[in-house]
């Protein structure tokens, strides 16, 4: 749905360890999704109810939900939508949701 996709952009978001820290990750899952997990403490994850997952773009190097879980919907700050720096990167953020990331179970169905 078009509401899903928008949520599928980059958000920033206020770093769970280091809430002067701003990070900007890519939203995996929502609140009552299930997703698989990359090297968590537990394989698969509900997302609770006013949580969201995020993950960066290069696993297995990014400090992400992988990381520290779920993250609160009061952390997030903003939504990305251009690369602006190095200029040879200027471009705007498609909404896109890497497809082997896709929740294995969604309430938003």
Not at 11 to 18: A, E, I, T, W
Not at 35 to 48: A, L, Q, S
Request: charged share 25%; hydrophobic share 35%.
């Amino acid at each position: 749905s078009f509401s899903k996709l928008l949520l599928c952009l980059p958000m920033q978001d206020l770093s769970p360890k280091n809430p002067e820290q701003k990070i900007i990750k890519r939203v995996i899952a929502l609140e009552g999704d299930i997703v698989k997990t990359i090297g968590y403490k537990n394989k698969y994850v509900k997302i609770p109810d006013g949580h969201i997952w995020v993950e960066g773009d290069h696993h297995g190097h990014s400090f992400d939900s992988n990381a520290f879980g779920p993250v609160s919907l009061g952390l997030l700050h903003a939504r990305a939508t251009h690369i602006l720096w190095p200029p040879r990167r200027w471009q705007k953020l498609q909404p896109m949701l890497p497809p082997e990331r896709t929740p294995l179970h969604s309430d938003q169905e």
